[in-house]
């Protein structure tokens, strides 16, 4: 891990939703192998922001995005980028866990399914390695050997999410972003997929979108504050809430709106 | 404190009373059904035998049995449904899952919409004019059933799409940020998850397609054929046709033989309206979420 290296960065970020100005000039170094959290009020354009990093926004077709996204180096907004490639290297967990409605196991092998030509299939003994090795991962294992041709969509819904975010790991993805990936869940499922994201870190620069204060504080190593499509403050996640420069970044934390 | 005032007493009078009205709505109608079935099964029931499946009509249509308008019907219906469900199917999930939203789909959506409401006997006439005239087929089982296709077109798509949209979009967005093409998530995702509204849709359509007269009337269905046809060019009898012959254009037919051709009919339609329920309920059991 080299903590200072550039994962993700974003420059003159200008996006529209039809003729709504959703970003305006974002510009945004996220660093390697962390986890930065991006905190603001609703319809700040947090969301927007992290759909731009793995281009998911395009399929409402009415999106036009402009300036530059680099990750890992390659500008993702260029003509030559193939869209599997990059969410390949950049997997995604949604705010609502949503495991296909097949098997726990056809769930965790989809991805590597879709992207291994016919001819180099995986054998059974691979796949298994590989299933193995993902759901333990994200500490899963051991709650789902004995079923894993049940079906997803039957586990609880911390057992889903985890399950979403194992079936990223086979891709061997880069950067995971991750939309207020626990809001539908109980606290201690919360406290669970906290935990399994503090651990992931390292290995994977992660992106947190989230509304819960409290866990961008205790959940994320940076901090990016927006507001109406604007980039307020990006700082260290200690610093933000104990010494906020901007002051609508310290009546936000404060709660005076959100 | 809790007692019921007068107010509280009138408006459970009102209510009641809506309550008989809808519930004699209701019965009325329900009422019918049960008459006609019953009058079916009363009169229709003498004639229907292993003999009356099997059997050519006899002695100009007053005696024998309805195996060819029996056949061509099952015919005609498989034929249309070969040539109705891959077009529909495809069309709707073009429409789907890949049309933009934009003034063109939105024109084609509203005609398909308006295509289902064409009565069916001016689909005969645009089977006429396209199939037995423009493209040659005279009148045989593949203009009728090319007709009866286009007739249940807009039906198939309607169902397919709908389908295909009751498959939640969160299954779409997991597969596609998983890299997938629309067509992997197509192929291995939403079909898999609406195949069972497809098919029940489809097999809905097949018992209104069996039932239809007007648009095989002009385009390949026969008065009277004493053999079976052996291409698909030839013409064939069906049973809603042989219905309405045997029930008005021939003198002397005993009562009870309209009435079993009519049965059957509805016979066939109410197992196939069987078939579908009991499938889609199969399926449900088997959906995943």
Redo the contacts between chains.
Sequence with gaps: MVASSISVRTQKLNLWYGTFQALFDVDLEIKQGIITSLIGPSGCGKSTLLRCMNRINERLGYVRTEGRVDIDGQNIYAEEIELAQLRKQVGMVFQRPNPLPISIRDNVLFGTRIHTPKADKLSKEQEEEVLEGALREVLLWDNVKDRLDDTATRLSLEEQQKLCIARLLPLKPSVILMDEPCSALDPKATEAVEELIWQMRGTYTIVLVTHNMAQARRASDECVFMLMGKMIEHTETADLFVTPKDSRTADYIEGRYG | MFTATSLNERNDQVQRRFRLLFLVMTLLLVLPVLIILTLLVVRGAPAISLEFLLAYPKSGMTAGGIFPALLGTIFLVAMALLFSVPLGIAAAIYLSEYA??NWLTRIINLAIINLAGVPSIVHALFGVGAFVIFFGFGTSILAASLTLAIMTLPVVIVATRESLQAV?Q??R?????????KW?TIR??VLP?SISGILTGVILEVSRTAGETAPIMFTGAAFFLPFLPESVYDQTMALSLHLFVVATQVPDVPDHLPYGVALVLVGIVLIMNATSIGFRTYLRGK???
């Design positions: 933009p939203d939640p969160a299954f967005e997991a597969c596609w940020a998983l890299g997938a093409t992997q291995r995702i998850n959906k995943k979420w």
